[in-house]
């Protein structure tokens, strides 16, 4: 094993060492020298995190398979770990085989959400590679992204040297295929391989496109520097999902990951409109797996993870046509097993009593809906048309069918809010306890989760201006004032902090991409996470800047002019979610 | 109702897993092998699986036990074979045999453990002498007084003495000196082989973990002599 002696005198003086080991069961370890090309895949955040993501699983087994292809995996390094390294001078390295990842054909990074743009930039530092795609020769890897962010990568640009859009199980095997015929007969120059890639659907190689901006640092638009670039980059999509590989045996944790179970995608998708929702529009058009094909996945994933549960996922699972029956015929197979079955967040409007009796197997649990406003306007507004009474029967259903434990997730800051939605919030939490505690002696316990708004690309809302910090601490206290008689419902609230930062990236074009390298050289890293997360760092380093990050979250963009992502197209033209952002605008007239 | 002991080894790979981490790790291996594992009455059942004395996270290990109820008959061979086939590498099975229902469990049978400490650090080799002395001046006292931090944050004080059977010099390993040491471990009270060892070299931060590389060598009945938990020739009988 690579770096191992180095190694040996770090892990013992660090917080769950067994992250930067691998060596989990059905974890692959392929000879280097037996393949044409070398991945490693990078999610910036911890093992616990990152092993958890599904995205994860489907590429590390998909490439895995390939017989000229190796994928190994690098986390994010937690504080006390890199501290050590860099104190030791040891490199990123691969879980797989301990070699620095500086040494792979190519380093991808997954990415989830904008508040880990940081530690990409740290995980870099840590690799050994400079930072600007203009900086790397033919000896270090190309940096790739995926995942939903990659839909406004602008912020990033100038560190990657690709990014895909869309679906990646049948992208990325062509992305590496055309990588090892190109390599040989560009000999290594990297523009003339970036050009031969950028002919591949979803491939947007963001040197080839130079941004301008006019007066009074309005953004004016994108132009192209390369004839191998397209004028829009179109997202990919598996059309046929039935017949697309899924992970059967994905790596099972040595230490308990936050989402420490076997996950069976449902489709993918989904059909609702919600104005606020990106991943509505970018996994778009619904393709489902048949109950055939997910009884086998299940069949299969069981045998070889040997989990005790299975999430049965998507983006709204209780749409999935036959949810119920499906539950029932996969309980009735694995009845010997003790496996259990779960599903993600749930629909209110299609929830059923049939459901709750299905899932309810005598075990601990609760139960997940996400009604996001409280009242019925408000709703209508970003589009999530269910109503009051949706839930207290989806509720009243699950506490006749056993249920004692329910969350509900909101958000504060929606377009068109008022005083009147948020105390709607209370006022519905509480009616909803009055009725299900009615004819009920059991103890029944309700969490809330508060999160902000944050307008997100290609959604009808991008245009919507974020609601500002010290209005948005003023709605929370205001909900939890009125919250803190009733001692049965617990709140939660996401800070209006990293909200604000999110919400600044999300919009974000290149401008940040210095911005953001400034910040991580002060220190940033891990902002999604409270313990590290410093937002005066990050206004400091604006100050530094000249740049003032409420221009990109505070502002309503003019829904005439030019988009930084405009030339990244999802999927819905621009034209369906200008007619949405309006017809919020007239829902939101009592 | 089956109850079977096993045997297993730990090798560096997995030397930095928790308890819990192992308990699980076993459980799923036993799921993928198909054994129909007997399970707890109740909300939410759980295998009746146990680990003997949790072995400390960065250790590595030659012996250690396990027991589990199966709610079927099955071979003490056929079910080594099928579980060793299931575990990653770094964790070995040694032997499998049948276990009678009224035998007292593991943990209240197995009450010493043995490891082996070997010098990691090659930057800084404390003589021999000097070990041997700061080893027999500790031993000499009546009182071994370890502080650590119970569940409230609270320090609390107690005295380890009793649970050092025996602490002695091997022959040097590869990077300096190794111990030999006899610690009570189970229900009746235990010492961190680590928290021990930080005894020998106090004024450093947590040397035990960073001067040290341990091996625990088995798990044992101990009385007058020391007997392993497993009857003689455990494996032939797995295999026969």
Redesign the interface.
């Known amino acids: 094993m690579f770096l191992e002696e180095q190694l040996?005198?770090l892990?013992?003086?660090v917080q769950?060492?067994?992250r930067y080991?691998g060596?989990?069961?059905n974890?692959v370890k392929k000879d280097h020298s037996s393949v044409a090309v070398r991945m490693a895949l990078a999610f910036p955040d911890i093992y616990e995190v990152g092993m958890s993501n599904l995205g994860l699983k489907i590429l590390y087994e998909i490439i895995n398979l390939h017989p000229r292809m190796l994928m190994e995996r690098v986390f994010a390094p937690a504080a006390d770990m890199e501290a050590l390294m860099r104190r030791e001078g040891v490199p990123l390295f691969a879980l797989e085989s301990a070699r620095p990842v500086r040494e792979f054909d190519f380093l991808g990074f997954s990415l989830q959400y904008e508040l880990s743009y940081s530690n990409i930039l740290n995980m870099l530092d840590l690799a050994g590679i400079p930072l600007l795609s203009k900086d790397r020769g033919r000896e270090e890897p190309l940096i790739i992204g995926g995942g939903p962010c990659a839909f406004n990568p602008e912020p990033l640009a100038p560190f990657f040297d690709l990014f895909l859009l869309g679906d990646g199980e049948e992208a990325l095997p062509e992305i590496l295929e055309r990588w090892i015929t190109l390599s040989c007969e560009a000999s290594g120059n990297k523009e003339r391989i970036l050009a031969g890639l950028a002919g591949l659907e979803g491939v947007y190689i963001p040197g080839f496109y130079r941004p301008s901006y006019g007066a009074g640092g309005l953004f004016q638009g994108i132009s192209r520097l390369h004839k191998a670039a397209p004028e829009a980059v179109r997202k990919r999509v598996v059309r046929d999902l039935e017949r697309a590989p899924y992970p059967l045996a994905p790596v099972?944790p040595?230490?308990?990951a936050v989402h420490d179970r076997g996950m069976v995608e449902l489709f993918r998708g989904c059909s609702r409109g919600c104005r606020f929702c990106q991943a509505g529009i970018i996994y778009r058009p619904v393709r489902r797996r048949s109950p055939e094909r997910v009884k086998q996945i299940a069949r299969e994933m069981?045998?070889?993870?040997?989990?005790?549960e299975l999430s049965l996922a998507s983006l709204s699972s209780c749409d999935y046509p036959g949810i119920d029956t499906l539950i029932g015929s996969l309980h009735a197979e694995h009845a010997a097993?003790?496996v259990r079955f779960t599903l993600p967040s749930l629909r209110l409007d299609s929830f059923s009593v049939e459901l709750a009796q299905q899932f309810h197997q005598?075990?601990?649990g609760s139960l997940t809906f996400a009604p996001e406003a409280g009242t019925e306007r408000l709703r209508r507004v970003i589009g999530k048309n269910i109503s009051d009474d949706d839930l207290f029967t989806a509720v009243g259903d699950a506490v006749a069918a056993g249920w004692q434990s329910f969350k509900l997730y909101f958000m504060i800051g929606l377009p068109s809010e008022e005083d009147e939605d948020v105390r709607g919030i209370a006022a519905l939490c509480e009616e909803l306890m009055r009725r299900i505690s009615k004819n009920q002696n059991r103890r029944i316990r309700l969490a809330i989760s508060v999160s902000t708004f944050v307008p997100k690309a290609h959604t009808p809302f991008q245009w919507e201006p974020q609601l500002i910090m010290p209005e948005v601490r003023r709605r929370q206290k205001l909900l939890r004032d009125l919250l803190r008689r009733e001692r049965r419902i617990n709140m939660s609230w996401h800070d209006a902090e990293n909200s604000f930062l999110e919400a600044v990236f999300a919009r974000g074009d290149r401008r940040l991409a210095p911005l953001l390298e400034r910040a991580w050289r002060s220190g940033c890293r891990f902002d999604g996470w409270s313990e590290h997360f410093s937002l005066q760092r990050w206004l400091d380093a604006f100050d530094e800047m000249g740049i003032n990050p409420e221009d990109y979250a505070y502002r309503r963009l003019d829904e005439t002019a030019p988009l930084p992502w405009d030339h990244l197209y999802s999927g819905i033209s621009k034209e369906i979610l200008i007619r949405e952002y309006r017809r919020a605008r007239q829902d939101s007239l009592p | 109702m089956n109850r079977i002991r096993f045997r297993y080894a730990r090798g560096k790979?997995?030397r930095?897993?928790?308890h819990?981490?192992m308990l699980?790790?076993f459980?799923?291996?036993?799921?993928?092998a198909g054994l129909p594992?007997a399970?707890t009455l109740g909300?939410?059942?759980r295998p009746r699986l146990s680990l003997a004395a949790p072995l400390p996270?960065?250790a590595t290990a030659s012996r250690e036990y396990g027991e589990v109820y199966l709610a079927d008959s099955v071979a003490p061979a056929s079910f080594a074979r099928r579980l060793g086939e299931?575990l990653?590498?770094?964790l070995a099975l040694t032997g499998a045999v049948t276990v009678a229902a009224d035998e007292p469990p593991l943990a209240a049978e197995v009450n010493a453990a043995l490891y082996h400490a070997f010098w990691?650090d090659k930057s800084s080799v404390p003589r021999a002498e000097a070990l041997r002395e700061s080893l027999d001046k500790l031993l000499a006292q009546p009182k071994i007084i370890i502080r650590r931090f119970n569940k409230r944050g609270k320090v609390t004080e107690q005295n380890i003495r009793a649970f050092v059977f025996s602490a002695e010099l091997l022959p040097p390993g590869e990077h300096g000196p190794a111990l030999r040491l006899l610690l009570q471990v189970g229900s009746k009270g235990g010492v961190s082989p680590f928290r021990f060892l930080d005894q020998l070299l106090p004024g450093e931060k947590?040397p035990g973990?960073?001067f040290w590389r341990l091996h625990r060598q088995g798990l044992y009945i101990y009385k007058e002599t020391l007997v392993e938990p497993f009857p003689e020739g455990g494996e032939k009988k797995a295999n026969g």
Request: aromatic fraction near 10%; hydrophobic fraction near 35%; charged fraction near 30%.
């Open positions: 040996e005198t892990l013992p003086f769950k060492p067994a080991l060596n989990e069961w974890a099972v040595n230490i308990e069981l045998q070889a993870t040997g989990y005790e097993e003790n005598g075990r601990r | 790979e997995l930095f897993l928790s819990l981490d699980r790790l459980q799923r291996a036993m799921r993928r594992l399970y909300f939410s059942p996270v960065g299931q990653p590498g770094g990691r947590n973990e960073r």
